[in-house]
């Protein structure tokens, strides 16, 4: 039995699913009103946890970034060799849990939201250490991401 559209992008970009499918139900019930007046669906809050969860996959993403980032600064800018080590290993960790989660319809977000995101994790690093780190970011999306 072949797939539909619908079902290979929930497979492969769970993310883009979500939003066309909170967007597919956004047009039906505004184009069937007799749906949107039907007191046994609350489409509104269907739609909204639909969105939520493409939202908390996101959120996810964004999150293990902002940690790998924090610790790459700390590598490049707090001179605590000894903990380097452990700092590369929670580098790796937060790849392999973007690599899990990351959706190919993230990536043109988190571009455009990678300054801020960094901005983050330097708020995390001056306020545990107390360093001078670079005002905009140093690295890559291309290097952070797996």
């Known amino acids: 039995m072949s797939q539909t559209l619908s079902e290979l992008t929930y497979e492969k970009d769970y993310h883009q699913w979500t939003i066309e499918q909170s967007q597919a139900l956004r047009e039906l019930v505004n184009t069937h009103h007799e749906l949107k007046y039907n007191k046994t669906l609350d489409w ?3 739609i909204e946890e639909i969105e939520a969860l493409g939202r ?3 959120n996810g993403v964004v999150k293990l970034l902002m940690r790998q980032i924090e610790h790459r600064l700390k590598i490049d800018y707090v001179g605590l060799e000894e903990c380097y080590k452990t700092w590369q ?3 790796q960790a937060f790849r392999i849990g973007i690599k899990r989660k990351i959706a190919p319809s993230m ?3 988190l571009k455009s939201e990678l300054e801020e995101i960094y901005q983050d994790a330097v708020s995390l ?3 545990e250490y107390g360093v001078k780190v670079p005002d905009q ?3 890559s999306l291309t290097e952070l991401l797996p």
């Open 56 to 58: 908390r996959e996101y």
């Open 107 to 109: 990536k043109p977000k």
């Open 89 to 91: 290993v929670e580098i």
């Open 137 to 139: 970011c140093p690295y």
């Open 125 to 127: 690093v001056v306020l």
């Open 44 to 46: 509104d809050n269907i």
